[in-house]
């Protein structure tokens, strides 16, 4: 009997290409403005982004927001730590006010090599800081306006200024958090409207961390939000270079201690270890490789699972704008 919070339930009934997005990569903010545009061309529902080189993923948006017409656009992610939740709010806003309900906000604590090393930031307790963030930043857009106290924040965000009073500014923006481990797929479902994933194997997705965002959104007593599942695509029948491709990933995320942890819980310990068996086996369970047709099979054998929607991540193999064109054609091709 299934679930009464399993995600599956409510997100079958939608079509698969509301289900289906893609992850951009560019270069800059103008390469990133055309392959959006591109990918609203060829009828894709939703994109997600980093950003594009070192520039802003929210300010890209707030261009892409004007010149583009009905393509959903999320950030996966966008790093807590160097901007303060009402600046985060702020901005989401101005993206609002220009795209009304285009906008899904993906935050996260980001890698310590980003928030410690390059930033010089100190990041103790990201889960507990991650809260207090979403804590604020809904209240801030759902609200207008919050009075918070808590460990790391201590916010009196109300609806005057030094002129008196102001109207409340307020916008539905689902919220979303980037999630690893089982702990923070069970602070996803306690507090969020969804968990992005990021180089999870697919049954660990499954086994692991589906079950620890049903026990947080049953412990608040709410639905239980979908899981974002990032999935590698390759579009090439050429195994040994999708295998070396992927494998240049893998081998790159073992190196951080959220992503380690991940791939043991995983049952893929002896990838950590520089096993090349089992290197090779976690890197194919993060990818779908192979013609136009099987890609799309698989596809849909992933949505027929708990996996709510999925964000494609092209792997290119040969030539990457050709296969880009086709991994657009066959997201476009699912409402034919």
């Not at 930043?137 to 200024?161: M, P």
């Not at 180089?199 to 997705?205: A, G, V």
Request: aromatic residues 6%; neutral net charge.
């Amino acid at each position: 009997m299934q679930q009464e919070n399993q995600p599956s339930s409510a997100d079958t009934v939608r079509p698969i290409h509301e289900r289906l997005g893609i992850f951009i990569e560019a270069g800059d903010s103008v390469d990133a403005l055309s392959r959006i545009q591109e990918a609203e061309r060829a009828g894709v529902k939703q994109v997600w982004m980093q950003g594009a080189g070192n520039a802003d993923p929210l300010t890209i948006f707030a261009v892409v927001a004007t010149h583009t017409d009905r393509i959903r656009l999320g950030t996966a992610i966008v790093p807590t730590y160097p901007r303060h939740p009402l600046v985060m709010a702020q901005q989401a806003l101005a993206i609002h006010d220009f795209a009304p309900g285009r906008l899904r906000l993906g935050i996260g604590s980001g890698n310590h090599v980003l928030i410690q090393d390059w930033y010089g930031l100190a990041q103790t307790a990201p889960l507990p800081y991650l809260k207090e963030y979403l804590e604020i930043l809904r209240g801030a857009l759902k609200d207008g306006a919050i009075s918070y106290h808590g460990t790391f924040f201590h916010v009196e965000h109300t609806s005057r200024n030094a002129y008196g009073p102001i109207a409340p500014r307020r916008a539905t923006v689902p919220l979303l958090i980037s999630a690893v481990g089982p702990k923070a797929f069970r602070l996803a479902g306690e507090i969020t409207d969804g968990a992005i994933s990021w180089m999870c194997p697919l049954p660990y997705l499954l086994e692991s961390a589906l079950p620890a965002l049903r026990a947080g959104a049953e412990a608040q007593s709410r639905p239980t939000p979908p899981i974002i599942a990032h999935i590698r695509v390759a579009l090439s029948t050429d195994e040994a270079k999708v295998k070396a491709k992927v494998r240049q990933g893998v081998q790159t995320a073992v190196r951080f201690a959220p992503f380690a942890n991940m791939f043991a819980k995983a049952g893929f310990s002896g990838a950590l270890a520089g096993d090349e068996r089992a290197i090779d086996a976690l890197a194919q369970s993060m990818v779908v490789s192979g013609t136009e047709a099987a890609v799309r099979q698989r596809l849909e054998e992933l949505l027929a699972s708990d996996l709510a929607e999925l964000m494609l991540h092209l792997l290119p193999i040969e030539n990457e704008a050709r296969e880009r064109e086709q991994l657009l054609h066959l997201i476009g091709s699912f409402q034919a």
